[in-house]
């Protein structure tokens, strides 16, 4: 009982312990708050682009390649659910006219300063329907003056111009309303006499409306226009030709195994071609992403670290002090080992204080972010968390049962480590030094 | 006479400093009985602190044995002789070595709960603490309980550490010059209680002291010089 009734009164009596325990705890805090952030924004992000993407991309097809056998062949797959074609290219766009913006002059258009690049996709609007989430991406679009006409065919082949979709913030940034026209030039290599050369293409659009799919980077760079238009241009009577397909499954947890059935499937036909799921697609950027959170994690960890250090210090301070005390509590009975569980009871006593009060703290935060946000937005005019930025409606969270388990664990164990030295070397006291020197 | 509470036999005890081996006790015969009050007097350096450091099994002797009631304890495990410490022996030293975070009352309780699981420290509590503060009253400091370490005089202080070094009923006190660090007045005040202790509860006693008219007043004198009893 004395290792307990000392500890106690060990540590009431000296405030410093608070400094380690306040460590401790804004350790475990800033570890389980930016964390819980961090993988909740994760979170949102994966679903976001999963959005964007189809379940499965079917692309480096070799030029030219028509759709029709390859729709055959996929369509065989009992996971395939829908498939869309689609020809993928890049472009410049440049707007001609803005809403109460005098005409640009037309003739230096690929030199023009405010020409801007972008990724176009061919597409289908009615095969597009059933496997990507077109519908949505428009419909999410609610400015009366971005919106697109008619949803349900948004791309009509009986329009005077070809229409153009294009994203909302890249309409709003280029100031462009739906109608406006704007111009594209495109590029192709074709061989002429044996010789690859450049060839321009140029050709007039209007803006059909907006569409946005929360996928910020998707959003910044594409476009969709009818695939017909893009064949006409850039494949004068090579058919139906397409260089990507995107794929709808029936099962999409199954993704991994149909994208092997499919790749061998189409392998004989199209040497070379690659068949990924939405997440292989995107790897790159949700790694990228994952990696910024591990490195968080190790630099909270630091704070931890530190915290500890602080721990140790004051510890390590209060055992230097209390060797008087050692030698009369030998003489009263108590063994080495009684000795070295007091100061460690102290040392486990300040960091598991330390860690409960940053979990509290952490969870707490967790939960009301968003009205401490909105708060400081009001109060103060800064907004801590830009969620427009990222499509989300609020700060997303995730607190993680497995990571606080583990943020405890490792708490706990820098603890032991903190407070064990010190007690060891109490502990390795000889207690007759107390008791014979004043 | 009876067999002896606690004894030593022929024990032999050397420090070494710097590569040298230097004797204190060599070859030392002592006995306390039950009861008996023994005065145990010598020059510094005598070794007078280190055998009773041996007798109280803070420090093993080099040879020889500590015998209590007739059993050789000196080479049982640690935590034997931490618990024999304990139970059987009370220390009183001359700079009284009091806990300074914990006031008079929690003092004397420690020494009641070395040997005490926290659970069953919970049933022992009240009888502990009516037993402290009844020994407290004893010593003459039943108002001042509450008070801390600091906040009492070295009188004060002493009288504490005789009640902690009895309130587990020990058949043996130690004492290392407790009035050495008081002065003449406080002194005998505190050997007052010392004796009436004595007296009541039939503790037997080791002083060690320089004072001889203290000694004077003890069963029996035992002298000490370099390392050996005389006569």
């Known amino acids: ?438 | 006479m009876t067999q002896p509470v606690l004894s030593a036999e022929k024990v032999v005890k050397g420090y070494t400093l710097g590569g040298e081996t230097i004797p204190v006790l060599r070859g030392v015969d002592f006995q306390v009985h039950a009861g008996e009050m023994v005065a145990l007097l010598g020059a510094s350096g005598a070794g007078k602190s280190t055998l009773l450091h041996v007798l109280g099994l803070l420090d093993p002797p080099d040879s020889g044995r500590i015998l209590l009631a007739g059993q050789p304890v000196h080479d049982l495990p640690i935590r034997e002789r931490a618990a024999i410490r304990h139970r059987q022996i009370g220390f009183v030293f001359q700079f009284y070595h009091l806990i300074p975070e914990l006031t008079a009352l929690q003092n004397v309780l420690l020494g009641r709960m070395m040997l005490t699981r926290p659970l069953a420290w919970l049933r022992e509590r009240r009888a502990a603490r009516a037993r402290a503060v009844q020994l407290l009253e004893s010593v003459g400091l039943g108002k001042r309980l509450r008070h801390r370490p600091a906040q009492l005089s070295g009188g004060e202080r002493q009288r504490v550490a005789i009640a902690r070094a009895l309130i587990a009923r020990p058949r043996v006190i130690l004492a290392d010059e407790p009035t050495g660090n008081l002065d003449s007045h406080t002194a005998a005040e505190v050997l007052e209680i010392l004796f009436r202790i004595h007296r009541e509860e039939g503790i037997s006693f080791v002083l060690v002291t320089h004072n001889a008219e203290l000694a004077a007043r003890c069963h029996r004198i035992v002298r000490m010089k370099d390392g050996l009893v005389l006569g």
């Open chain 1, 1 to 438: 009982m004395y290792r307990l009734f000392l500890a106690l009164h060990y540590l009431l009596s000296r405030p410093i312990h608070l400094l380690g325990m306040g460590g401790v705890m804004l350790g475990v805090w800033a570890l389980i708050l930016v964390v819980s952030i961090f993988s909740g924004f994760l979170r949102e992000v994966r679903a976001h682009v999963q959005s964007a993407t189809s379940d499965l991309t079917v692309f480096r097809l070799r030029w030219p390649t028509t759709y029709r056998g390859l729709e055959q062949r996929l369509a065989e797959d009992a996971n395939v659910a829908a498939t869309a074609p689609r020809l993928v290219w890049y472009g410049l766009l440049h707007p001609i006219e803005r809403p109460g913006a005098a005409p640009a002059p037309q003739e230096d258009l690929p030199t023009r300063a405010d020409a801007r690049f972008v990724s176009l996709i061919g597409i289908d609007p009615a095969s597009e329907r059933p496997v990507s989430g077109i519908e949505r991406w428009l419909g999410d679009v609610t400015e009366p003056r971005l919106r697109v006409a008619q949803p349900a065919d948004p791309l009509p082949r009986n329009a005077e111009l070809p229409g153009i979709l294009l994203s909302r913030t890249r309409m709003q940034r280029e100031n462009l309303v739906a109608g406006a026209r704007v111009r594209l030039t495109l590029a192709r290599m074709n061989a002429v006499n044996g010789e690859q050369q450049l060839h321009f293409l140029d050709r007039e659009f209007q803006v059909a409306g907006a569409f946005t799919t929360k996928h910020v980077g998707f959003d910044e760079s594409n476009a969709f226009v009818p695939i017909d238009t893009l064949r006409a241009m850039l494949a004068e009577g090579e058919g139906a030709v397409v260089n990507e397909v995107a794929v709808r499954l029936v099962d999409p947890a199954d993704a991994r195994a149909t994208v092997e059935r499919v790749r061998r499937a189409l392998l004989r036909d199209h040497p070379g071609v690659m068949v990924m799921t939405w997440e292989q697609r995107n790897e790159i950027y949700l790694q990228a992403i994952g990696h910024q959170g591990s490195i968080m994690k190790l630099i909270l960890f630091v704070i931890m670290v530190v915290a500890t250090f602080l721990v140790f210090a004051t510890l390590s301070m209060m055992v230097v002090e209390k060797t008087r005390d050692i030698g009369i509590l030998t003489a009263m009975g108590a063994t080495p080992a009684g000795v070295l569980q007091v100061f460690l009871t102290c040392g486990l006593a300040v960091t598991t204080v330390g860690t409960v009060l940053g979990i509290l703290a952490g969870c707490l935060s967790a939960f009301y972010l968003d009205a401490f946000r909105s708060w400081m937005k009001a109060a103060f005019g800064i907004d801590l968390f830009p969620t427009s930025v990222y499509h989300l409606e609020r700060v997303p969270y995730d607190l993680d049962p497995l990571w606080i388990a583990q943020v405890v664990g490792a708490s706990l164990v820098l603890g032991l480590l903190a407070a064990g030295i010190p007690a060891w070397r109490a502990a390795r006291h000889d207690p007759l030094r107390s008791l014979r020197y004043e």
